[in-house]
């Protein structure tokens, strides 16, 4: 109930701030035809790299150039496929020579929202979080300095670098201008904003509006989880996936115990576009994720006590499944 509570106030704040923001980062928002949908706060933009078109359109080229892996094979966009909310659609994305990392590659659409990112929220802001795919073995298997010295043998790159941040090509630019564009990749279209936010009461399906009452029901308590404009708290939890988790989460980073088997709660939005599910793309349906959390799950001693189990009927459960497609990003 307290998350339904804090989830209100957001919206409220974040409609007045829609109306009357007339700061440089709203402004640039309007201006490229970007608008902050309503219901969406205004992003928080770290000092010295403000959002301006030559950064954002630095970064773009970045995101899909694959010259920022080691043997030019791989790109940002390999792993985060702009057709599925920047997530990709296999459990693991391979990297330089095929290679296969651990984890599900995530949605990037609203990342400019998080403030931890990374299934253990070890890394605090978009900026650092560059470097982890450009070093990752599985990833790119590169060097920032290296990547600098391929931009700076392309004059157009160099150009916009100095346009963009009045200095050449290196690791101060790279990673600032990928976080750009990322700060501008925002989806609140869905027929749920349509419902909730711009109060087109046919947006939405009575179906879909049925599922929005288990989801925020006491007896399916997603919403506990799930909450606020993005559908996560930005905590980390353990949903009782494993008896052992082959992957630790959270205690990655901070070696306690008492965090083994906790991932962050990932926001639900175009949730119908990022299958599979899960940090290591474990369940290939949306089916099979409500089946999950019907089921309890594994007892594990980490096992947050909200995930309990439940029984749905059959169309219950096609109900939960319209709701959870609601909150799909269309462009208008
Ligand atoms: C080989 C596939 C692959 C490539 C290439 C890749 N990523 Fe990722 N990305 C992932 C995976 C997998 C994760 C989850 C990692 C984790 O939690 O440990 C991730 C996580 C992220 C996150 C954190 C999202 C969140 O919700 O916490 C961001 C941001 C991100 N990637 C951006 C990028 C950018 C920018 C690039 C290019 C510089 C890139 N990725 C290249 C697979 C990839
Ligand atoms: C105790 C908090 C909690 C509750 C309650 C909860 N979830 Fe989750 N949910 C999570 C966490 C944490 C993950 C990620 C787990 C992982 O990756 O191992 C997750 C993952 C998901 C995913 C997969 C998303 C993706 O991109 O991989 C879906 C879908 C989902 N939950 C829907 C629901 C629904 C529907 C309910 C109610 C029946 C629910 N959740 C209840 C915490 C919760």
């Known amino acids: 109930m307290i998350y339904i509570g804090t989830a209100m106030l957001l919206l409220i704040m974040a409609l007045n701030s829609c109306t009357k923001d007339d700061s440089p980062v709203a402004a640039y928002y309007e201006a490229n035809g970007l608008l902050i949908p309503a219901g969406f706060p205004i992003p928080a933009i770290p000092e010295g790299n403000e959002i301006t078109r030559e950064?954002?359109?630095?970064?773009?080229?970045?995101?899909?150039?694959?010259?920022?892996?080691?043997?030019?094979?791989?790109?940002?966009?390999?792993?985060?496929?702009?057709?599925?909310?920047?997530?990709?659609?296999?459990?693991?994305?391979?990297?330089?020579?095929?290679?296969?990392?651990f984890r599900n590659s995530p949605p990037l659409l609203n990342v400019a929202y998080f403030s931890s990112f990374m299934e253990e929220g070890g890394v605090a802001s978009l900026e650092q979080q560059v470097l982890a795919p450009i070093q990752d073995h599985n990833e790119f298997d590169f060097n920032i300095l290296l990547i600098a010295d391929r931009m700076k043998q392309d004059s157009s790159y160099v150009n916009s670098s100095l346009a963009a941040y009045d200095r050449e090509p290196d690791p101060y630019v790279i990673t600032r201008a990928i976080a750009c564009y990322e700060r501008t990749l925002i989806g609140g279209q869905s027929d749920y904003d349509r419902y909730t936010s711009q109060q087109q009461l046919s947006a939405m399906s009575d179906a879909a509006i049925r599922g929005m009452e288990l989801f925020n029901s006491r007896e399916l308590a997603c919403s506990n989880c799930h909450s606020g404009f993005l559908f996560t708290d930005e905590?980390?939890?353990?949903?009782?996936?494993?008896?052992?988790?082959?992957?630790?989460?959270?205690?990655?980073?901070?070696?306690?115990?008492?965090?083994?088997?906790?991932?962050?709660?990932?926001?639900?939005?175009?949730?119908?576009?990022?299958?599979?599910?899960?940090?290591?793309g474990g369940f290939p349906s949306l089916e099979s994720v409500i089946d999950h959390y019907a089921s309890g799950g594994f007892e594990h001693e980490n096992k947050d006590p909200l995930i309990q189990g439940f029984s749905l009927s059959e169309s219950q459960k096609q109900?939960?499944?319209?709701?959870?497609?609601?909150?799909?990003h269309q462009e208008l």
């Open 55 to 101: 950064r954002v359109e630095l970064g773009r080229r970045l995101f899909f150039d694959k010259a920022l892996s080691r043997d030019f094979s791989t790109s940002c966009a390999s792993c985060h496929l702009p057709t599925h909310a920047f997530s990709d659609t296999v459990a693991i994305s391979p990297g330089v020579e095929g290679r296969l990392g």
């Open 235 to 280: 905590s980390f939890r353990n949903t009782g996936l494993y008896e052992a988790y082959a992957d630790s989460g959270r205690a990655r980073l901070t070696y306690l115990p008492s965090d083994r088997g906790l991932f962050k709660v990932p926001s639900l939005r175009n949730v119908t576009l990022t299958a599979p599910y899960m940090h290591n």
């Open 319 to 328: 109900d939960l499944l319209a709701f959870l497609a609601a909150l799909e």
